[in-house]
């Protein structure tokens, strides 16, 4: 959920249509009522690991409304299975579990169904601002339900802070002290990397920081960009100091290099998402015990916030013929307090529902019980997840991300992070352009 690769962009592209106006199917009159004893059946398509017993619940709870999961892969190839059964006409199912980054891309293919009649202001209540807003793309409509997310927060060592009689960084200021003064102390040993391998990672950086990269006009039916603005350039110029200067690390994540450096002590901080502690535990084992967690450092201390790395949502397809039905299914799956706490269990999601996800989780994973208070700390962080509209073509972002800063990592000067972020605001819009779509 870290984000979607290149693979699909062509194919993409060719399928978006401009029309932004919120999407629904005019052919479902009853909106899938079973007032009159009919039986509905739904099918769903998602990707999570044991869903179908959750699903198992809800079906014997409701025996007019049954759901059959059928299970996806994920990513790219989830997103181009349903867009090519939309296109056919035929095939797509009633429900789609679809990542907050591509709900632009199925929402201009006319792929899926506005439920905000369907949806009030309760479910609304359930989700932070941040979350609320990568389903509604900022606007009226209410293309999914919310069901994971991914608030970010600072994994630190705690052993090697309190051996450097350092405290924990609460400001970005602070961190780039916290940086300078462990590198100093060991000149092999980092707070952090800068990877230019992951968009999604950078995106949470920058979300937090105030970025928005995309925004809709909804009756101009114009797209607008914003990557080459204040927000994103404060973080990339940030980071890009730190790597001039040399204080952190500017090698890729998820290498054999960056695991084995997790686990001996190399690197020492990491700024990840809530479900870090399980790549932790896979691959810095020997560690166990000495990382903790506290929100990550801000820009304005008064002003709490946060980004997000990853997450999904449930959406209902246009092609379903009982769209009130499955807005219902979706709307208990996300919120209710049993269906919740049964993802956890069997799909190891944090939910994005936060009084759902306060109830469920109420001990810390095995790899930080020595921090009890693990999931308060995620709550206090995922309350202020930051809104960041999503936009068409998020995969010739990320890619443009991981050439442009790849390129900017290995000359190691701030003002080539800087460039990065321009250059990929060019590639954006000319994309877009290329495309069909009207780019203010």
């Known amino acids: 959920m870290r984000g979607m690769k290149k693979a699909a962009a062509a194919t993409l592209a060719v399928t978006l249509g401009i029309t932004l106006a919120s999407c629904g ?19 769903y398509w998602t990707w999570a690991p044991n869903m179908e017993k959750v ?13 059959t999961v059928n299970k996806q892969d994920g990513g790219d190839a989830a997103v181009t299975k349903f867009l090519t059964a939309i ?20 929402v201009s293919s006319d792929a899926l169904a506005d439920i905000s ?12 601002e941040g979350v609320w807003n990568a389903v509604t793309l900022g606007s009226d409509a209410v293309y999914s339900v919310p069901q994971d997310s991914g608030p970010m927060m600072f994994f630190y060592r705690a052993d090697v802070f309190e051996e450097l009689d350092l405290e924990v ?16 102390a060991d000149s092999k040993q980092y707070l952090g990397t800068f990877s230019a391998n992951d968009a999604g990672w950078f995106t949470g950086l920058a979300t937090q920081a105030g970025a928005s990269w995309w925004s809709m006009d909804l009756e101009a039916q114009a797209w607008g960009v914003h990557v080459d603005e204040e927000p994103t350039q404060r973080v990339a110029e940030f980071w890009g100091g730190l790597v001039e200067e040399g204080v952190i690390n500017n090698k890729p994540m998820y290498t054999p290099e960056w695991n084995a450096a997790l686990n001996d002590g190399s690197e020492v901080g990491w700024l990840s998402a809530v479900w870090a502690p399980g790549v932790l535990s896979g691959n810095a084992g020997d560690t166990a015990g000495k990382w903790e967690v506290a929100p990550m450092p801000q820009w304005d201390a008064s002003a709490p916030a946060t980004g997000s790395w990853g997450g999904s949502s449930t959406a209902v397809s246009t092609q379903s013929e009982h769209p009130e039905a499955a807005a219902k299914f ?50 206090e962080a995922a309350a202020t997840a930051a809104p960041f509209t999503f936009g068409p073509n998020v995969n010739t972002a990320y890619s443009a991300y991981n050439d442009e800063f790849g390129k900017a990592t ?30 203010q």
């Open 25 to 43: 199917s005019d052919s479902n009159d009853n909106g899938g009522s079973t007032s009159s004893g009919e039986k509905v059946e739904l099918t």
């Open 330 to 379: 979706a709307t208990w799956l996300n919120t209710d307090a049993d269906a919740v706490a049964t993802m956890v269990t069997e799909a190891g999601i944090y939910p994005a529902a936060q009084n759902a996800a306060a109830s469920a989780l109420t001990e810390a994973p095995e790899f930080f019980s020595n921090q009890p208070n693990f999931y308060d700390v995620a709550a």
């Open 87 to 106: 296109k056919a006409g035929s095939g797509a199912p009633d429900l789609m579990q679809a990542e907050y980054q591509v709900i632009p891309t199925l």
């Open 117 to 128: 009649e369907y949806v009030d202001d309760t479910t609304k209540n359930e989700f932070s």
């Open 410 to 439: 290995e000359s190691k000067t701030a003002a080539d992070f800087v460039q990065a972020v321009k250059n990929i605001q060019t590639i954006v819009v000319d994309d877009m352009v290329n495309a069909g779509f009207t780019v």
């Open 55 to 67: 699903v198992d619940v809800w079906n014997e709870e409701n025996p007019d409304i049954q759901v």
């Open 169 to 184: 960084p609460t400001t970005w200021d602070e961190y780039a002290d916290a940086a300078r003064a462990i590198n100093e």
